[in-house]
């Protein structure tokens, strides 16, 4: 049984570009949510997508957008990159319908802007 | 506004020895706990969880954690602590209702001393 995947594993952008970060939610999972670890903090949730709808934002700023496709995999667009959305990107997977459920992590995406 | 606290950077303990890693929360109403485990270039792994009932819970690799209410608490422990239970633990909080957001602490880094 896969667990939560991520692609890519490691990304180097410049400031003022676009990035796309790629999930893959556990199997039987439809609810895919998105966080932001910066080095030596905690998670920050950035979104959490179900049914292919953003059911609830934290807050970050519009350059952050995202999309869950029918599969319930989802991506994670960042524009006009700043130095300091330099970070680790998690993406975790739930069961939707479930209140009482737990998040299963994927490895992340590393990424730093230059 | 939901948040949760870790009051230690880090925590060392020897082998064997008791090990307790300490997170107090702020919720409106019934919150919902998690511990998390991150071993270094990984994801978060999931632990336990506090719902309701028992104020103990048992979770993965012997860690237990216990819920006080008055004291607005959930601390980790461990009756024997193994040189492998060293990595960063985050503690983790969600309003039952209202809300899909978790909030993470800022982590604590478990040192277990061979």
Known sequence: DAGVTQSPTHLIKTRGQQVTLRCSPKSG????SWYQQALGQ???????????????????????????????????NVNALLLGDSALYLCA?????????????????????? | AQSVAQPEDQVNVAEGNPLTVKCTYSVSGNPY???YVQYPNRGLQFLLKYI???????????????????????????????????????????????????????????????
Not at chain 1, 49 to 60: A, I, L, S, T
Not at chain 2, 69 to 96: E, I
Request: with cysteine; hydrophobic share 35%.
């Open chain 1, 42 to 76: 905690g998670p920050q949730f950035i979104f959490q997508y179900y049914e292919e709808e953003e059911r609830q934002r934290g807050n970050f700023p519009d350059r952050f957008s995202g999309h869950q496709f029918p599969n319930y995999s989802s991506e994670l």
């Open chain 2, 52 to 114: 309701t009932g028992d104020n103990l819970v048992k979770g993965s690799y012997g860690f237990e954690a216990e819920f006080n209410k008055s004291q607005t608490s959930f601390h980790l422990k461990k009756p024997s602590a193994l040189v492998s239970d060293s990595a960063l633990y985050f503690c983790a909080v969600r309003a039952l209702s209202g809300t899909y957001k978790y909030i993470f602490g800022t982590g604590t880094r478990l040192k277990v001393l061979a």
């Open chain 1, 93 to 114: 997977s739930s069961l939707g319908r479930l209140v009482y459920n737990e998040q299963f992590f994927g490895p992340g995406t590393r990424l730093t802007v230059l």
């Open chain 1, 29 to 32: 999972h439809d609810t895919v």
């Open chain 2, 33 to 35: 706990l998690f511990w």
